[in-house]
């Protein structure tokens, strides 16, 4: 009777420390399932910030290229008025001079 209450008594203590075990893996498994979503959320954070400042970046760099675009076209504008002026006075003399002439 005695080694059948103390096998009782093992087997007892052996579910106790599996059903302990289980619990704690369980435990584990959450907290790790709550790790990898809150690295997720911030892997998801920092990307976006990321793609925020690339784009800010960009918005930045294009404005400055528009700038100087604009810059560029209006000295050119200028040039191609300049020569062209001389051309057009260049011919109106031609012209003034043949119909006097």
């Known amino acids: 009777m005695q080694v059948i209450k103390l096998i009782k ?3 007892t203590q052996a579910r106790q420390t599996v059903d302990a075990a289980k ?3 369980l435990k584990m498994i959450e907290a790790a399932k709550q790790a990898r979503t ?3 959320l911030e892997a998801e954070q920092q990307r976006n910030d990321m793609i925020a400042a690339a784009v800010s ?3 930045d ?3 400055e ?4 675009l604009k810059a560029e076209g209006a000295e050119q504008r200028k040039i191609l008025k300049e020569n062209a002026r001389d051309k ?3 011919c109106v003399g031609k012209v003034i001079d043949h119909l006097k002439g």
């Open 88 to 90: 057009i006075d260049g």
């Open 61 to 63: 760099q294009g404005k």
């Open 9 to 11: 008594e093992a087997e």
């Open 38 to 40: 809150q690295k997720l």
């Open 65 to 68: 290229e528009v700038e100087t």
């Open 57 to 59: 970046k960009a918005n």
């Open 23 to 25: 619990a704690e893996t």
